[in-house]
T-cell receptor, first 110, second 112 residues
Framework: RKEVEQDPGPFNVPEGATVAFNCTYS??????FFWYRQDCRKEPKLLMS???SGNEDGRFTAQLNRASQYISLLIRDSKLSDSATYLC???????????FGPGTRLSVLP | SAVISQKPSRDICQRGTSLTIQCQVD?????MFWYRQQPGQSLTLIAT?????????ESGFVIDKFPISRPNLTFSTLTVSNMSPEDSSIYLC?????????FGQGTRLTVV
């Protein structure tokens, strides 16, 4: 079983749609959780951290369920500029390195 | 946060040769991480580089193939040795101050 698994995608949605991504992780000792965004031919960039209480940043909402070892990302009112690959990231063995999920590709269509 | 300058941004190399990738961080960090991202894939950790000690390699990666230097707390290099077409990939360095990962711009390597 991979350490971090995500919806295989791709997701093709119209502008204005709401889309949800799911992620599961296998290491119950993981402490930190993130969603990163990676545009084509670019390095990953932090979208948002994920907290146990859930957190929201504008159109983006992240949820964490430690009991189920499950993380989610909800994007509301999707924009063309949201098209990217979304990576679920969990901290790894050393507490500072990170384990990346395979990513879910999103295409927002006009 | 951290700003990382990585170079070269891309290169096309002949098989059998070696390429050294450099990463410079704008602040001192304990650990630097090197990742590989093969086409259409996610990031795979190659090794963790600590200043003053040998790098720690992940399963499937060895020092002879990917030697790493870490001469100080702001700089590291990764060498891809004796390259073959299978080494064609994006290589990324990363640091994790404050518990968040920051990346260099990546090096897109093509081996012909």
């Amino acid at each position: 079983r991979k350490e971090v698994e995500q919806d295989p995608g791709p997701f093709n949605v119209p502008e204005g749609a709401t889309v949800a991504f799911n992620c599961t992780y296998s290491n119950s000792a993981s402490q930190s959780f993130f969603w990163y965004r990676q545009d084509c031919r670019k390095e990953p960039k932090l979208l948002m951290s994920v907290y146990s209480s859930g957190n929201e940043d504008g159109r983006f909402t992240a949820q964490l369920n430690r009991a189920s070892q499950y993380i989610s990302l909800l994007i509301r009112d999707s924009k063309l500029s949201d098209s990217a690959t979304y990576l679920c990231v969990v901290n790894g063995n050393y507490g500072q390195n990170f384990v990346f999920g395979p990513g879910t590709r999103l295409s927002v269509l006009p | 946060s951290a700003v990382i300058s990585q170079k070269p941004s891309r290169d096309i190399c002949q098989r059998g040769t070696s390429l050294t990738i450099q990463c410079q961080v704008d602040s001192q960090v304990t650990m630097m991480f090197w990742y590989r991202q093969q086409p259409g894939q996610s990031l795979t950790l190659i090794a963790t580089a600590n200043q003053g000690s040998e790098a720690t390699y992940e399963s499937g990666f060895v020092i002879d193939k990917f030697p790493i230097s870490r001469p100080n707390l702001t700089f590291s290099t990764l060498t891809v040795s004796n390259m073959s077409p299978e080494d064609s990939s994006i290589y990324l360095c990363s640091v994790g101050p404050g518990g968040r990962a920051f990346f260099g711009q990546g090096t897109r390597l093509t081996v012909v």
